[in-house]
Nanobody, 125 residues
Framework: VQLQASGGGLVQAGGSLRLSCAAS????????MGWFRQAPGRDREFVAT????????YYADSVKGRFTISRDNAKTMVYLQMNNLKPEDTAVYYC???????????????????WGQGTQVTVSS
């Protein structure tokens, strides 16, 4: 699976951004498609994921109620709608695909075997 993320940028606190991730290749082999982020000096952390076949969604507590992960009907795009952004959301955001993960491991970056190149999100206070 090849992934290409886009949509990052600079936004003021309280604002919104929508990230997009174009998926190509063997997307039918994906079990989960998710978003992770990494701030400077910090480990990569889970943001949200979606069970690719059923559409069930799961979120980190820090973004629950503010971020929404979704996909298009053709299953070629995955989105991350981010509302009420906070300065602590500043990070490089990555989309990722997991072909062998199960639900209990779907929030772990190690479960994902394909990654996009990352897109920078900067939230100013």
């Amino acid at each position: 699976v090849q992934l290409q993320a886009s949509g990052g940028g600079l936004v003021q606190a309280g604002g919104s951004l929508r990230l997009s991730c174009a998926a190509s290749g063997r997307t039918y082999s994906s079990r989960f498609m998710g978003w992770f982020r990494q701030a400077p000096g910090r480990d990569r952390e889970f943001v949200a994921t979606m069970r690719w076949s059923g559409g069930n969604t799961y979120y980190a507590d820090s973004v629950k109620g503010r971020f929404t992960i979704s996909r298009d009907n053709a299953k070629t795009m995955v989105y991350l709608q981010m509302n009420n952004l906070k300065p602590e959301d500043t990070a490089v955001y990555y989309c990722a695909s997991a072909s062998h993960a199960i639900l209990s491991s779907s929030s772990s970056s190690g479960a994902y075997d394909s990654w996009g190149q990352g897109t920078q999100v900067t939230v100013s206070s």
